[in-house]
């Protein structure tokens, strides 16, 4: 009776802190806009709001992030230009991303935060690289397959990783100048591909946790919601007072998916709290099974892409085979 009573008032309490985020940002968006034109963008862009009440709660709750959801849709159902897209995901993830960051913090769900703190380094040197050198250069449908590739490749290793009961541990086992380094290759890494599709250290990164550090999935995602909302505060900063690339229509998605994604997300970090962790790994394989099937049948590639789309499976399956393969973290049960 006792433990139902703790519980009840931890949702209470998990309840009024959404409800609270959500007060706070809809007084902000209200108070801008007026009510008149703030109703008139949900209106006009419903069809983006729409999108976005799944993509929020994705990006709440997995390590797929609102841009998994977003990209995907806007570029291969809604015809939306890559480029929007990827703005757009940053754009709007700098408000969900951080509502859910927020929640995460004051329920006290547990974290890595030196995975955090390393990773968010890397990543903002990422963004910055991919976003100056890689973005301007690559065609939209290799952009398009690149994240495909790294969601399948790393699906694959999760498939197998889960196939029977595994160590895991609930923080890094071990931290030297290595496991710094490695955080700040992987935060890199993960902020290329988000400068690209406005998604991806959040995926990157809890594949090194859960494949290489062996973590609970528990753990590593709402860290890896962390990571992406420092990643996508930088992003849409840095393309918006920067790369000045910020405009229309983008700016009119943004402002008609704000007072979704500031419920969506927070929501979906604390639905994955409840969760274990085979759960969890259940509902990204087939998540990514979704996003395979639908690059399959909506994206018409080029034979660059086709072939980049191989290279860049190779390079991601042989990373993630090497980080599955290895065994210095794989020691203590957490």
């Known amino acids: 009776m006792k433990d139902l009573k703790l519980l009840t008032k931890f949702s209470i309490h998990k309840r009024s802190i959404i409800i609270c985020i959500a007060i706070a940002v809809w007084t902000m968006w209200l108070s801008l806009l007026g009510t008149q034109e703030a109703i008139s963008y949900l209106m006009d862009y419903w069809t983006i709001a729409v999108t976005m009440i799944f993509g929020s709660t994705v990006a709440g709750g ?5 841009g998994a959801v977003a990209f995907p849709v806007f570029t ?3 015809q939306i230009s890559p480029d929007d897209a990827k703005m757009f995901s940053l754009a709007i993830q700098s408000i969900g991303m951080t509502s859910a960051a927020i929640a995460i913090i004051l329920t006290g769900i547990r974290v890595d935060w030196r995975v955090i703190r390393w990773g968010s380094i890397g990543g903002a040197i990422g963004m910055a690289l991919g976003a100056t050198l890689l973005a301007p250069i690559l065609p939209p449908d290799v952009i398009k397959m690149s994240f495909t590739v790294m969601l399948a490749s790393f699906g ?3 498939l197998a990783l889960n196939r029977l009961p595994r160590d895991f541990h609930l923080e890094m086992p071990i931290w030297t100048a290595n496991e710094q380094k490695i955080w700040l290759l992987a935060g890199m890494m993960g902020g290329i591909m988000s400068s690209l599709v406005g998604s991806g250290i959040d995926v990157f990164c809890f594949s090194v946790m859960v494949i290489l550090f062996r973590f609970c999935e528990r753990v ?10 420092t990643n996508a505060v930088f992003g849409f900063a840095f393309h918006a007072f920067i790369l000045d690339s910020f405009m229309e229509p983008v700016q009119s998605y943004w402002l008609a998916a704000i007072p979704v994604v500031v419920v969506g997300a927070p929501l979906g970090a604390m639905l994955c709290n409840l969760l274990n962790r085979q759960t969890i790994a259940n509902i990204l394989i087939g998540l990514i099974c979704v996003e395979i099937l639908s ?5 018409h590639v080029s034979t660059l892409a086709v072939y980049s789309s191989l290279f860049a499976m190779l390079v991601f399956s042989g990373l993630n085979y090497w980080m599955y393969r290895t065994n210095i973290y794989q020691n203590d049960r957490a």
């Open 62 to 66: 997995t390590s797929l992030g609102g």
């Open 220 to 229: 590593a995602t709402p860290t890896s919601v962390i990571l992406m909302a």
């Open 295 to 299: 690059s399959l049948l909506l994206v």
């Open 76 to 78: 291969k159902v809604l």
């Open 156 to 158: 694959v290793t999760l």
